[in-house]
Nanobody, 117 residues
Framework: QVQLVESGGGLVQAGGSLRLSCAVS????????MGWYRQLPGKEREWVASITSHTYTNYADSVKGRFTISGDTAKNTLYLQMNSLKPEDTAVYYC???????????WGQGTQVTVSS
């Protein structure tokens, strides 16, 4: 089992930037896939970005070109750099991990991001 703790959320003006961090309780090099989801008010949780086998990154169309997912194996931390933020990016952001291809998904507790217009 792996534990995930997000941080870095907050209030930012449109056009600004934030970097979310996800502290991981084990060596992230041992984790098959990690990613970020978000949940907008009154909506289903949606996928934002993922990194698989420490190399392959994918992004939702809504964030492509603005968000960057990365991992630091020395710090066992996953990041989400968010630039050019828009009010519609306002959501609770969740870190997630799949330790193996058939493993159940693990979630963090979430961190609130609010983008004001």
């Amino acid at each position: 089992q792996v534990q995930l703790v997000e941080s870095g959320g907050g209030l930012v003006q449109a056009g600004g930037s934030l970097r979310l961090s996800c502290a991981v309780s084990r060596n992230i090099f041992q984790i098959y896939s990690m990613g970020w989801y978000r949940q907008l008010p009154g909506k289903e949780r949606e996928w934002v970005a993922s990194i698989t086998s420490h190399t392959y990154t994918n992004y939702a169309d809504s964030v492509k070109g603005r968000f960057t997912i990365s991992g630091d194996t020395a710090k066992n931390t996953l990041y989400l750099q968010m630039n050019s933020l828009k009010p519609e990016d306002t959501a609770v952001y969740y870190c997630t991990a799949l330790t193996g291809q058939s493993s159940p998904r693990t979630w963090g507790q979430g961190t609130q991001v609010t983008v004001s217009s």
